[in-house]
């Protein structure tokens, strides 16, 4: 059996990396230079945060072949990598999953990755199974599921018990304004089974930072800028409270938002773009926020009345 499962409290997350070449301008319209970025991989690891995750997905390979470029100046046991199979673009082979895996590993240069991922519920009696052969071959160390919904998770939990291993992770939208998780018991579930509870998109891909607004806007002509764009007005009261807590601690809205998902016993999965994030994930570590303070970001987040739901995501 493998080793339990043990990670940084935030995990970074690269999907922007694979936008659309080097310097971004696609779904997130951010400008990263390989020279940035380097400075991202390089000061993250000496924080102590070497947990990245990607897809084979992101930027249809981009994003791994940069990130397993930067981390090439490192040495493997300085950092761990999670990565994913797509069913959306498996192939017709019998082995769509160890295909898609072998192309991860040569992207990311390395044999092995350290937590691998179904990255969502397809068929899940399908494609879960085709994880035991690449666990049993130490290629991927340990496995989880994503925006896979309580049922889905239990069954793959089911399959992958028959061999001798389990669902070590859950990886699913979750933040203030996108609570469905908690809302079905996913949470829960995941608490009382040792699983551990990863939330991508706590800032909302920068509509919580409180560095955008209507004046402010996010990047014109990106995806995300067509989605959050028309609801920042809706966001501006969540957001000041969100920087009023952080003012008080000597820190940022997007910090307090990332110390609201470590309060709530999940993985924060932040998408990393600046150097100077780094600085700001060891920021939000620090903060601690109250009962009370949770409860009125909570009820201000419901107030947005926003559906930030991925149009990837099914509700759970
Ligand atoms: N499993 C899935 O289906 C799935 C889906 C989505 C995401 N994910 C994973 O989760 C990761 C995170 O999601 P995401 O990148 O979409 O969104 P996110 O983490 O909610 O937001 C990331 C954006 O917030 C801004 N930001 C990041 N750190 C900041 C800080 N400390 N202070 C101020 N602004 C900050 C950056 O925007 P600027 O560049 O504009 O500053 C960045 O692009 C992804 O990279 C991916 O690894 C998984």
Redesign the pocket.
């Known amino acids: 059996m493998t080793k339990i499962l043990k990670t940084p409290k935030i995990a970074l ?4 990396w694979g936008d659309n070449g080097q310097t971004g301008n696609g779904y ?1 319209g ?1 400008t990263m230079t390989q020279t940035d970025l380097q400075e991202v991989v390089d000061n993250a690891i000496d924080n102590g945060l070497t947990l990245w ?3 084979a997905v ?1 930027g249809m390979g981009h994003s791994e072949a940069v990130l397993g470029k930067l981390l090439a100046t490192h040495s493997r046991s300085e950092y761990q990598l999670s990565t ?1 199979f797509t069913p959306q673009i498996a192939s017709t082979s019998t082995t769509p999953v160890a295909d898609m895996l072998e192309d991860s590993l040569d992207r990311l240069g390395t044999d092995y990755i350290d937590l691998y ?1 179904i ?2 519920p397809a068929d899940v009696a399908k494609w879960t199974p085709q994880l035991i052969p690449l666990l049993q071959a130490g290629k991927i160390k340990h496995v989880g599921v ?2 896979h919904n309580i049922d889905e998770i239990k069954q793959a939990n089911e399959i992958l018990n028959e061999a001798g291993f389990r669902v070590e992770a859950v ?1 699913n ?1 979750y ?1 203030l304004l996108y609570r469905s998780s908690e809302q079905a018991g996913i949470l829960e579930y995941c608490r009382e089974n040792g699983i551990q509870f990863f939330a ?7 509509a ?2 409180g ?1 955008y607004n209507p004046e402010n806007p ?2 014109a002509g990106s995806d995300r800028a067509a989605i959050y764009n028309p609801i920042l007005p809706e966001l501006a009261t969540l957001t000041a409270e969100l920087g009023k807590i952080g003012n008080s601690q000597g820190a ?1 809205a ?2 307090v938002a ?1 110390a609201w998902a470590i309060a709530k016993g999940t993985t924060p ?6 150097p100077e ?1 780094i600085d ?2 060891m920021r ?1 570590l620090k903060i601690t926020l109250s009962d009370k303070q949770i409860e009125t970001l909570e009820q201000l987040a419901d107030a947005a009345q926003v559906d930030t739901r ?1 149009g ?2 099914h509700p759970m």
């Open positions: 997350g690269t999907w922007a997130f951010s995750d990607t897809a992101y994913k991922w990255h969502n994503s925006n990886q939208h933040s991508y998109m706590v800032l909302e891909q920068g919580l930072t560095k996010l990047p940022t997007a910090e990332t999965i932040i998408g990393i773009t600046k994030y700001s994930e939000a991925g990837w995501e």
